[in-house]
């Protein structure tokens, strides 16, 4: 299967073991370099042109990073969602107008790819201290996610944001291999 699924038709089974933490902290700590990896030393024009095909991805490369970044302040909520006990997640804007008017392309890739790193950093700082206090309620707490209608742990949320760095990543990817989305 060569075609990305479209992330909002996308179905999550969150039966895993909570014991797989380190393993989704792992992937989150390695997202700003993946990212790097698939940007950096690219031609600008490669990174910031658009889609030949609008209909799967509206973004181009660096859009995709753009969007990235801005949705780290909504997963940081959502961890405080599960420390304070919130009756449901933070919801998002569901249309993607922060991304969409966020002008992601006439910025410097690094000022993009530094603020990512920065911020996924305190997300991981944030859960950090969570794993070291043993008696923290935001590991055994479930919250309902706004969209998706179910409830997830803090685990899951976790689960979540790796997906969905992933699945821009492969978006990324496969713009800056010029294969069709």
Known sequence: ?????????R???????AELLPNLLARLRGTPARLD???????????????????RSLWSAQEHAGHLLDLE?????????????????TPTDLQNRRTDEANHNA???????????????????????????PAAAAFTRTIPHPRLKTPMRLVDHL??????DDHHLAHIWQLIDNKPL
């Open 1 to 9: 299967m060569s075609t990305i699924a479209i992330w909002f038709e």
């Open 11 to 17: 179905r999550f089974d969150f039966t895993f073991p």
């Open 37 to 55: 990896e698939a940007l950096r030393n690219r031609p600008h024009s490669l990174i910031t042109a658009q889609p030949a095909s609008p209909a």
């Open 73 to 89: 302040q909504l997963w940081l909520a959502r961890v405080n969602d599960f420390v304070h006990g919130a009756d449901v997640l």
């Open 107 to 133: 910025r410097p890739l690094e000022d993009i790819l530094f603020a990512f790193r920065t911020q996924r950093i305190q997300l991981l700082h944030r859960v950090a201290r969570l794993v070291d206090d």
């Open 159 to 164: 689960y979540f944001v790796a997906e969905h």
